[in-house]
């Protein structure tokens, strides 16, 4: 059984994240349309043969699943938004229902950067086969290119996010599946 561990001031905030905030809803997957905001982004951008794919299940989850590789120089698989206004604000967490296979994901916000592969990163853990529920500040993703951090980018501009999505990029060769139920923000009570 794969365990994830997370240190105790980390699982302390992962607790407590919602409480005193206003959740609102950033992406479900109940409706016919939900399959239409996604794509997939694998590294055959760059000559690697990873396998990722996406697609909204009978249970109205996003089921992100496929088979990494590392040959050809590649080793990531992944699903993003199509670029939209999602009204992020400064202060808020993103919250994600999700279900995985023990590894450890990414979770990308993508900006009008004209930056090559640019995004702001932050870890995205997930239990084997369990449902969990993670928050991540928006003070905790780190400015990123070709998965290598950028020095000299400020945090992560919330009127600037206009995509996120999920990754997987472990260098561990081989099938994968998450699903997730949900994004929401956590937005402080007014």
């Known amino acids: 059984m794969n365990v994830i561990r997370v240190p105790v001031l980390i699982a302390a905030f992962l607790v407590q994240a919602v409480a005193g905030n206003i959740l609102l809803p950033l992406f479900d997957f109940t409706g016919p349309e939900a399959a239409q905001q996604w794509q997939a982004v694998n590294d055959g951008v760059m000559g690697g043969v990873s396998d990722g794919r996406f697609r909204i299940t009978p249970e109205s989850t996003l089921e992100f699943f496929g088979t990494l590789s590392l040959e050809n120089n590649g080793g ?14 400064a202060g808020d967490d993103l919250v994600i ?21 640019f995004s702001y990163r932050a870890p995205l853990p997930t239990v084997k086969n369990e449902w969990t529920e993670v928050a991540v500040p928006l003070e905790e993703f780190i400015p990123t290119s070709f998965g290598r951090r950028v020095q000299g980018m400020g945090p992560v501009k919330p009127s600037e996010i206009t995509s996120i999505g999920f990754m997987l990029s472990d260098k561990k060769a081989g099938p994968f599946e998450m699903q997730i139920e949900w994004v929401k923000v956590a937005r402080p009570g007014e």
């Open 76 to 89: 990531f698989a992944s699903v993003r938004t199509k670029p939209a206004d999602l009204d992020i604000k």
């Open 97 to 117: 229902r999700v279900k995985g296979d023990g590894r450890e994901y990414v979770l990308n916000l993508y900006t009008k950067s004209r930056r090559m592969a």
